[in-house]
C-alpha cells in the first residue's frame, strides 16, 4: 500500500495542486521583513517518494553550528537582492546545485537563530534527486542526506525537547528522530513550519514560546 504523499515524481505533497495551495498560502503572509541570512528548504523526492533535503555542517567551520543538522544558507551578502537570492546562493556555493527562480516556493516567516539574527527559510522543490548532480563542498558540508515526508509525519519519530528557566518552565521545540541524524534546534522548527504549510491536518505543532508578560 502506498504511502500518504507518495506518487510518481513526489506526486501528493509535491503535486501541482499542493505546489497552488502553498504558493498561494506563502503569497498571502505578504512581505516579508528584513533578514539576516537565509535558509533553503529543499523539498524533492527520492524515488518518488516526497522528501526534505538535508546537511550535516562540516567540522571543519568551527563554530556554534559546527556539525549541527542544517539547511543549505548562510548571511546575507551585500549583492544578494532579497533573502531568495541568498538561499539560492548559498546553495550553489554548499551543494553546487544551481536552481532558477521557477524552483521557488515561497518565504516562511523569518525566525531568530542562537545569535538572535533572523534567518528567511525559503521553500524550493528540487525535483527528483535522481535527477540532481550534487557536488557538496567539502568546507562547509559534511553529508547530505534526506528524510521522506512520510517519515517526519510519523508521531514515533516526533520528539519535544522542554526548557526550563529559574526552575521554570520556558519553551518547547520540536525534534526529529529515527533518521540518521537528529533533527533540532532552529532546522526542526523551519522543518516544522514546512510540515505545517505542507499537510495542515495531519502536523500537530510541538513548538511554544509563553507569550511575555508586560513589564512593569
Request: glycine share 12%.
Amino acid at each position: 500500500m502506498a504511502e500518504p504523499g507518495a506518487g510518481g515524481g513526489g506526486g501528493g505533497f509535491l503535486s501541482s495542486g499542493s505546489e497552488r495551495r502553498c504558493r498561494a498560502r506563502l503569497a498571502a503572509a505578504g512581505r516579508r521583513g528584513a533578514a539576516a541570512a537565509a535558509v533553503l528548504v529543499p523539498l524533492c523526492s527520492v524515488r518518488g517518494r516526497p522528501a526534505l533535503l538535508f546537511t550535516l555542517r562540516s567540522r571543519r567551520l568551527g563554530g556554534p553550528h559546527s556539525g549541527d543538522v542544517s539547511f543549505p544558507g548562510g548571511r546575507r551578502d551585500p549583492a544578494d537582492g532579497d533573502a531568495v537570492a541568498t538561499a539560492l546562493r548559498e546553495t550553489r556555493e554548499e551543494l553546487g546545485l544551481v536552481l532558477g527562480a521557477p524552483s521557488v516556493w515561497g518565504q516562511l516567516r523569518p525566525l531568530p537563530d542562537r545569535q538572535g539574527q533572523m534567518v528567511a527559510p525559503v521553500v524550493a522543490n528540487l525535483g527528483p534527486l535522481e535527477d540532481l548532480t550534487l557536488t557538496p563542498n567539502p568546507d562547509e558540508v559534511e553529508e547530505v542526506f534526506t528524510l521522506p515526508l512520510a517519515h517526519l509525519l510519523r508521531e514515533e519519530n516526533q520528539g519535544y525537547t522542554h526548557f526550563r528557566t529559574a526552575g521554570r518552565y520556558g519553551y518547547t521545540l520540536p525534534v526529529f528522530l529515527n533518521g540518521p541524524h537528529k533533527v533540532w534546534g532552529l532546522t526542526a522548527i523551519i522543518t516544522e513550519l514546512t510540515l505545517e504549510l505542507l499537510a495542515p491536518d495531519r502536523y500537530r505543532r510541538k513548538t511554544h514560546v509563553p507569550a511575555r508578560r508586560p513589564s512593569a
